[in-house]
């Protein structure tokens, strides 16, 4: 018992798969995490709903699929899976600091930006701290800040969109780390550079901001705050960038976040050796190098949702105007239900329920095609 006390930790109840475990104590930090819920693969759905050629527009994917450049660069990283990766990815860091203008020593790659939220939050929050989350927004960051023992601190967003001055109300001697992402999955919307500068401004140094920018690529508004040009002053900023979303690369598993040296020295220190793997590093260094194709599917991108809000419109149909690949679209009636629906239409979509929003779907702009799709989908249903 006084072992018990002591580390804060409880036996969970006696199941059979605990008593199998040899009864472990699990930190009550741990039990009480939800599992990230993913989108469903598209296999599985047609699989489970008898369905074939359906169309996945639930987890902002690159609808254009991987870069060639990236898939030439993987085959021939292939031949040498027999060794273990570069741990420093030197190549892939040498060109991404050539191409982001970034000193080396800020930046460090992870097994998608997910290990990177993960690793910052180990790096910097113990039991006691508290991390800020406006809400909705990523589940990770929940999920990483549990992970410590710190607490989450939840805060709703304003108009659908992160509201910073609520944030520095409820910063306390405890608060460690602020979240903010932008733009906010899952409403698109984001926080502009002159409120962030002054944000930025008035928050104590010892709060860390960790800014995830999984979608800047996307971005279209010219008053977006782009996280890195804040770094040189702010040493507390960590910005997290991805290969999966614009780059066309999330099978691969590879991000990266820019930051103080000093910081990411520390996570280094902490971060698998070889949490990049060399396929990843290929395809990353080969994405870099198509920047044809990013042109290509940002352009795709811009055009889809551009005639998805038009289409919208014509239909008298509520969305949120998004900044990402994604967006809101209020269904006016149970997103569970249209989620269903849709799905057996062979259209896969996000309902936002877990999210708070129980009559809003979230979709990402697909090929011209999938939109089409999408669009027949959603008027069945609002003629049922
Ligand atoms: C806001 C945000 N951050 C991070 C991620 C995860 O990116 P990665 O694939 O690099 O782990 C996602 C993926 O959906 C996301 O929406």
């Known amino acids: 018992m006084k072992a018990k006390r002591r580390d804060s930790r409880l036996s969970l109840p006696l199941t059979k798969s605990l008593l199998f475990m040899f009864r472990l104590l699990v930190p009550h930090h741990i039990q009480n ?37 990236a898939m030439a660069a993987i085959e021939v990283a292939v031949s040498r899976l027999n060794r273990y990766p570069d741990g420093a990815a030197h190549e892939l860091t040498r060109r991404l600091s050539l191409h982001l203008d970034i000193p080396v020593a800020s930046l460090i790659f992870g097994n998608g930006s997910d290990e990177l939220i993960g690793l910052l939050s180990m790096a910097l929050l113990q039991p006691g701290d508290e991390a800020i989350i406006p809400q909705p927004t990523f589940l990770m960051y929940e999920i990483a800040v549990r992970a410590t023992g710190a607490t989450p601190v939840f805060l709703p ?15 306390t001697p405890e608060t460690r780390m602020v979240f903010i992402c932008n733009p906010n999955n899952p409403t698109g919307t984001i926080v502009e550079a002159h409120s962030f500068r002054s944000f930025l401004e008035a928050l104590p140094p010892s709060v860390a901001v960790v800014v995830d920018e999984a979608y800047a690529e996307f971005v279209r508004d010219a008053a977006y705050a782009r996280g890195m040009a804040f770094l040189p002053e702010h040493r507390n900023l960590a910005v997290l960038r991805t290969f999966s979303k614009a780059y066309g690369l999330a099978g691969l598993r590879i991000g990266y976040g820019v930051m103080a040296p000093e910081l990411a020295e520390l996570l280094h220190r902490i971060r698998p050796p070889f949490n990049a793997s060399s396929l990843a590093q290929a395809g990353a260094l080969g994405a870099l190098s198509d920047q044809e194709f990013l042109q290509k ?54 309902s936002m329920t877990s999210y708070g929003y129980p009559e809003f779907i979230r979709i990402n702009a697909g090929l011209p095609e999938e939109n089409q799709r999408f669009l027949k989908a959603l008027d069945t249903i609002r003629t049922e």
């Open 33 to 69: 995490i939800d599992p990230y819920v993913t989108g469903k693969p598209l296999e599985e759905v047609e699989r489970e709903y008898g369905i074939a050629d359906s169309v996945k527009l639930a987890s902002n994917e690159n609808p254009l699929g991987p870069s060639p450049k």
């Open 157 to 171: 967003l304003r108009d659908m969109a992160i509201d910073l001055d609520a944030i520095l109300g409820r910063v």
């Open 297 to 350: 599917t940002v352009k795709l991108v811009h055009d889809g949702m551009d005639e998805l809000y038009a289409a919208l419109g014509d239909r008298g149909v509520r969305y949120i105007p998004s900044q990402a690949n994604f967006f809101l679209i209020d269904v006016g009636q149970s997103a569970d239900v249209v989620f269903e629906k849709m799905l057996r239409l062979g259209v896969i979509v996000r």
